[in-house]
């Protein structure tokens, strides 16, 4: 089966901002990891986008953008993704995350009702990986 997933550590995010409950995660450069059934290559992909959880509640301060993402967990109901996030994602219900930030000591950490990730244009192709 293919799949594409979000590669959290060292993609670039460019805004944090939290209106009325809405916390809007924008990366300018998400990097993508592409798999396809019966290939042992995998291909890395950009492509900007924004992660939005609905009826967020942050706990901390929001970091200063633009930054990289160190990594993390983002999580909807009982599943978690560490350091990754699949895509598509879209869902109702329990979704929380901690995004570490490279070279600071903070971290996005939210939970909300749901989360929706939201990708724009098309993605561009880096390289191959072997």
Known sequence: MDSTTIDLSGSEIESITLDAGVLNIRFSRAYLIKTMSGSDERTRWWQAGSLVFEGA????????CPCICDGGDVGENVYTYRDMIPVPLESQGHAHCKLKIEGRDVSIEAQAKGVQLLMDDRPHYIEHIR
């Open 57 to 64: 509640e942050l706990s901390g301060d929001l970091p200063e």
